[in-house]
């Protein structure tokens, strides 16, 4: 496939996109009601933020988490932590009904007994993007990772072991599950800037749920 063309699959079957990175196509479609309803739950005790990178610079994408511990940045760097530095209070839980999906989707990918302790949770108004970078902020890179798309569509760049390699260019929508770990778990990746769009749920709005064992 070029590197230029857009990857569209159709719903249903498990599509493999490399070694160890997997797409459920509307995967959580059935479910996504439930996973908003607990979204929104996180969102009204921890709501979404903008963290500040060590560079200075304020993120596009407005996030928050749930679980034992949460992503954050700011001047200092990234890292993990058990509380919400805006509250002082620890993350809000997560929701059976999140942990169930991640750790589902993780089986029907080869990784049994997936137990994810953090759920970031990122908010993309029609313009943001999150620019190329890997996950490395977790302790054993032997563990997968889990993302659930919901809402406006986007296109995630999915490139390799180096900044430098060339990215896939995959079309998300409502509902898709991505799942990867073992050779792919330290790919670059990226969202391209959201496009304009309504979603009859979520209006102008992407919400992307992303499940690691960061501890
Ligand atoms: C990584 N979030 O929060 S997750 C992040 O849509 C993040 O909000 C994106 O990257 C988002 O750190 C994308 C999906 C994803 C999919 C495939 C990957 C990340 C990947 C393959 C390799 C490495
Ligand atoms: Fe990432």
């Not at 200075?56 to 988490?65: D, E, F, I, L, Q």
């Not at 991505?178 to 304009?196: C, F, M, N, Q």
């Not at 979603?199 to 690691?212: K, P, Q």
């Amino acid at each position: 496939m070029s590197q230029s063309e857009l990857f569209a699959p159709e719903a249903g079957a498990r599509q493999d996109l490399a070694p160890g990175a997997f797409l459920l196509p509307g995967y959580a479609l059935d479910e996504a009601e439930g996973l908003l309803t607990a979204a929104e739950a996180v969102y009204a005790a921890a709501p979404p933020r903008r963290w500040l990178t060590p560079g200075g610079r304020r993120m596009a994408v407005a996030m928050s988490n749930c679980g034992e511990l949460g992503w954050i940045s700011d001047e200092h760097g990234y890292r993990y932590g058990a509380l919400d530095p805006d509250s002082g209070h620890p993350w809000p839980a997560m929701d059976p009904r999140l942990r169930g999906l991640a750790g589902r989707a993780a089986a029907a990918c080869g990784f049994a007994d997936f137990r994810p302790d953090a759920c970031l949770l990122n908010r993309y108004e029609p313009g943001t993007r999150l620019s190329l970078h890997q996950d490395k902020d977790e302790l054993d890179y032997g563990q997968p990772i889990v993302s659930v798309s919901l809402g406006l569509p986007a296109i995630f760049l999915f490139g390799g072991l180096r900044r430098a390699d060339a990215c896939l260019r995959l079309a998300l929508r409502h509902g898709d599950v991505l799942v990867w770990g073992g050779p792919a778990r330290l790919r670059y990746h990226g969202v391209a800037p959201l496009a304009a769009g309504a979603h009859e749920r979520l209006g102008a709005l992407r919400l992307n749920l992303t499940f690691r064992k960061a501890g």
